[in-house]
């Protein structure tokens, strides 16, 4: 009986796209454990494949740290080793290191442990893996789990996948758009007044548009929503949100979390991509989507806020721009339907 513990510690839209990973673990092993922070476990409650999640702050990775303590570095150990895996997997994206976990895991008595590292492991690693930094994180963590042997099973063609979820308890029109605003980093959304304007031109095109985020952007999403769009900010949890985006015409959403649900669920994406972080490696995977920003020399410069004034790669996106966006995805959806 083999039982994987897979790794990753981020956040909900870093977890969603280690999902195909996940699924060539568990067609390899009788049991998958997940092993994520708290601003993952939503998502990896929802991924197919896995069995038990644990969940952990790590501060080498959050973007929020918390400070290292002997107690909160002796209760994973604990955990893990009571947990008994026969292997561990840590994703991580190409600035992480692994290696800090894979001390950790290794105290815990982990026989097997597997990561992509750049960083000499010594003896924290059984399989080191190489990889180049210009590939999708689909692609980089599916590499990570052929070299350890595990592959996706026939007739999965590696796309996001989240567990079915029925709609929630909402009155939502029979077609619609969802515009969602808000971002983990500010760098990375499009600024709350040219959503409230876009909500207004989809509108008056003649789309119903249901604007979404979660309980701490309720100010946002009812600023956003305005009197032409449905407020659903703080109404939805994250798989009642997966249900909401799945049965959308389009989501408009920055390179954040429910771009990633939105490509699990197979809507798709009017994609407000500030280039912070190079589009290979995040763009929405396997879905139709547009991506939607202005070049600029600073791409690359992974702030989370942007220092140059006007944040010129995503308020030069003009309103129109994006309503002809949603008009081609919708469009393409229906047909595909």
């Known amino acids: 009986m083999t039982h994987v513990l897979v790794a990753r510690m981020d956040n909900d839209g870093d977890v969603l796209l280690s999902g195909p990973a996940v699924r060539a673990f568990a067609a390899g092993a009788d049991r998958v454990t997940y092993l994520c922070g708290p601003r993952g476990r939503g998502a990896a409650q929802l991924l197919p494949g896995v069995d038990e999640v644990l969940t952990h702050h790590c501060p080498w990775i959050d973007a929020h740290p918390e400070p290292v303590t002997q107690e909160a570095m002796d209760a994973l150990v604990d955990e893990v080793r009571a947990c008994r895996p026969d292997v561990a997997v840590i994703l991580s994206s190409f600035h992480q290191s692994p290696l800090p976990l894979a001390l950790l895991l290794r105290l815990a008595g982990v026989p097997r442990i597997g990561a992509t590292s750049v960083d000499y492991p010594g003896s924290l690693l059984d399989v080191r893996h190489k990889i180049s930094d210009d590939v999708h994180e689909v692609e980089r963590s599916l590499a990570l789990a052929a070299e350890m042997g595990f592959t996706l099973p026939p007739g999965d063609d590696g796309a996001l996948a989240v567990t079915p979820a029925p709609l929630p308890e909402l009155e939502l029109p029979e077609s619609y758009v969802v515009v969602h605003p808000g971002a983990s980093v500010t760098a990375r959304a499009w600024a709350p007044r040219r959503n409230r304007e876009l909500v207004g031109a989809l509108a008056a095109d003649g789309w119903d548009v249901l604007v979404t985020g979660g309980p701490s952007e309720r100010e946002l999403t009812a ?9 659903l900010g703080g109404r939805t949890t994250l798989h009642e949100l997966a249900a909401v985006i799945r ?4 989501i408009v959403v920055g390179n954040t979390g429910p771009a990633h649900l939105a490509a699990a669920v197979g809507t798709p994406v009017a994609s407000l991509y500030a280039p ?13 989507h547009e991506l939607l920003y202005v070049g600029v020399p600073c791409a690359g410069c ?3 806020d942007c220092p140059v004034a006007g944040h010129p790669c995503l308020e030069g996106v003009e309103t129109e721009r994006v309503v002809a966006a949603v008009g081609r995805l919708a469009v393409r959806e229906e047909a595909v339907a």
Request: proline share 10%.
């Open 223 to 231: 600023y956003v929503a305005g009197d032409d769009g449905t407020d």
């Open 247 to 250: 049965d959308a015409a389009c």
């Open 276 to 288: 912070t972080v190079p589009e290979v490696r995040w763009r929405p995977w396997a879905v139709p």
């Open 302 to 304: 992974r702030a989370r």
